[in-house]
């Protein structure tokens, strides 16, 4: 159990996470942002953002891809879901990662993200989320993951954390609660 609520979630934004992955003469690489404004500025991350009224959370993901980083997927799979929260901030982040493969059309900068291919073995951590390092490991391994992340009120420092790896995917969680249920756990 995790204590997770020291200051009230009384709402959440559902957002979207996409890494697009590719081989390079036998050397994977994955597709990353440098986000140039708004909420995570100055950082690399997958491409993605609000899940608009009326569209699934795939459709989102789909959209936030095409407008970010002027590609198209026709397949994305679903491989983690994280929540996020802030001291002080009572709007939770629900972020559903998917990762993807091939795609169509150029990969181009936009006024949102600048992208760039990184190896696998170069993935720039100190200037990413300071969370993601700590669930890259299990969604490069392909396996699927939940987890949840307090933030202090600066956005910098995780105050707590709480990953686990799933057999399968909603694991369902409300912000707060300590018990994950749905998918199956399978390690944590
Ligand atoms: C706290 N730790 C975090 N670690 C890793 N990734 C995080 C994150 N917190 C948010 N994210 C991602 O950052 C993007 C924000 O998107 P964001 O700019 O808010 O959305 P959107 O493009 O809809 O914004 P506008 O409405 O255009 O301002 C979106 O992909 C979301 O999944």
Redesign the pocket.
């Known amino acids: 159990m995790l204590a997770m609520e020291t200051s009230p979630i009384t709402s959440k934004k559902v957002?979207?996470?996409v890494f697009v992955f590719g081989d390079f003469d036998g050397e994977r690489r994955v597709l990353l942002g440098m986000k140039k404004r708004?909420?995570?500025a100055g950082y690399w991350?997958?491409?993605?953002?609000?899940v608009e009224k009326g569209e699934t959370i795939l459709e989102g993901a789909v959209r936030?891809l095409e407008e970010e980083a002027g590609i198209r997927v026709s397949h994305l799979e679903r491989a983690g879901m994280?929540w996020?929260h802030f001291e002080g901030d009572p709007t939770g982040?629900e972020?559903h990662v998917y990762r993807g493969e091939t795609f169509e059309g150029v990969v181009s900068e936009t006024e949102?993200m600048r992208p760039e291919w990184f190896s696998l073995d170069k993935i720039p951590f100190h200037i990413m989320?300071p969370?993601?390092q700590i669930w890259w490991p299990v969604f490069v391994g392909n396996k699927k993951f939940c987890g949840r992340?307090r933030?202090a009120k600066d956005q910098k420092e995780i105050l707590a954390h709480d990953v686990g790896i799933f057999e399968s995917l909603p694991c369902e969680m409300e912000f707060g609660s300590g018990e994950w249920v749905g998918g199956v756990l399978v390690e944590r």
């Open positions: 957002l979207t996470l708004g909420f995570g991350n997958g491409f993605g953002g609000k936030e994280l996020f982040l972020v949102e989320w969370d993601d992340f933030f």
